[in-house]
């Protein structure tokens, strides 16, 4: 604002009277903010902005640019946006190096966002620029950029979001990590170098997440997906020695950058005389023994039951003994039709046995189970059925008692 004078003047002394000249001074108002923080048309100019602020200004002319910077003390998640665009304006944004790391270029009027994830601590370049030397002198357009800083917790471990990029952890120790966005998951990897019982737990969740477990070769072989912000838990029993992966990850996008969940993976290794003769739950899978020698093996979970069985070619007096008891154990025998013919339950860890007289010849079953789902991993029992075959002659008669 203010005065200004105009002067026409012949070039080199230049006139004409016969002839007049038209002058007329065209004036177009600028709107105040189109001007706002000029001059800022470099990098050496941009203009300091504050984050989580709206900045009003304008592209005044075909060779305007607007620069900016904001700085970051921690790493964050950054949103910019531009928005109340009177013409195609694109927004670009640059590292400190001057290295373009953003664009929006939706065209038109529309609005122009850029979201970077995980932008480290420092100085960053905003640029607004007319696309093809837009410009307009009377609106001007919003400009903001909003950030959130991340706890630094939930970039533990990353860039961990894909198996060949798998955080390798220990067993039996807690980790603490986070979900930053939408689309990040955090993959795990634990080795066993026995056969163990594994259970993985993931706690303290700030929003609904899921726990998922995969071999070796990434078949997923356990899941927990409760809902809400539950303790999500996998039990997998008898896991052989090997690499396995676990994968927690955001149920339909679900993210907190503010705070972190707990992992553990806790690993129990099975004395291998556990696993003895295993699968052996049921009567279908029953172990055939021999009469008259030692078995070791052991009650591995709550539901685990151990099925044998043995055969009598002629009629026999039979005991069946199990000893060595690390827990309350039961014994039963049941016939060929899987009719029970005999028990012992004594109780605490007394050893267990059933003698029957005069058993036919015949196939028979042995079971071995936990009372009220006793078990341990650690400890193994001793298992035998003596036979002794009776003299044809014995048994003459009976019952004739």
Not at 168 to 180: E, K
Not at 250 to 276: H, M, Q, S
Request: with cysteine; aromatic share 14%; charged share 15%.
């Amino acid at each position: 604002p203010g005065t200004y004078y105009v002067v026409v003047e012949g070039y080199n002394g230049n006139f004409d009277i016969n002839r007049c000249y038209t002058l007329k001074a065209e004036a177009t108002a600028i709107a105040p903010c189109i001007v706002n923080y000029e001059p800022n048309d470099s990098f050496a100019k941009a203009t300091d902005i504050n984050t989580n602020t709206n900045y009003y200004a304008g592209i005044g002319s075909s060779a305007d640019k607007d620069y900016y910077k904001f700085t970051l003390n921690s790493k964050s998640n950054v949103t910019v946006t531009l928005q109340n665009l009177p013409k195609n304006y694109d927004l670009i944004i640059y590292n400190i190096a001057q290295n373009q790391i953003g664009k929006s270029a939706l065209g038109g009027t529309s609005n122009e966002s850029i979201t970077l994830n995980y932008l480290k601590p420092g100085t960053y370049y905003v640029v607004v620029e007319g696309y093809n030397g837009n410009f307009d002198i009377n609106r001007c357009y919003t400009l903001k950029a909003e950030t959130t800083a991340i706890a630094p917790c939930i970039e533990n471990y990353e860039p961990n979001d894909y198996f060949a990029k798998a955080t390798a952890i220990n067993t039996n120790t807690n980790y603490y990590a986070g979900i930053g966005s939408s689309t990040d998951k955090d993959f795990y990897k634990f080795t066993l170098n026995s056969k163990s019982i594994v259970t993985v737990t993931l706690q303290n969740l700030p929003k609904n997440y899921d726990l998922i477990i995969y071999n070796i070769a990434q078949g997923q072989i356990g899941k927990s997906a409760l809902g809400g912000t539950s303790n999500e838990s996998i039990t997998i029993n008898y896991l052989d020695p090997g690499t396995y992966y676990v994968v927690v990850e955001g149920y339909n996008g679900n993210f907190d950058i503010n705070r972190c969940y707990t992992l553990k993976a806790e690993a129990t290794a099975i004395a291998p005389c556990i696993v003895n003769y295993e699968p052996n739950d049921y009567f279908a899978k029953a172990t055939a023994i021999n009469t008259n020698t030692n078995y070791y093996a052991g009650i591995g979970s709550s539901t685990d039951k151990d099925f044998y069985k043995f055969t009598l070619n002629s009629k026999s007096i039979v005991t069946v003994t199990l000893q060595n008891l690390p827990k309350n154990y039961d014994l039963i025998i049941y016939n060929i039709a899987q009719g029970q013919i005999g028990k012992s339950a004594l109780g605490g860890t007394s050893n267990e046995s059933i003698t029957i007289n005069y058993l036919d010849p015949g196939t028979y079953y042995v079971v071995v189970e936990g009372y009220n789902g006793n078990f341990d991993i650690n400890r193994c029992y001793t298992l035998k059925a003596e036979a002794t075959a009776i003299a044809p002659c014995i048994v003459n008669y009976e019952p004739n008692d």
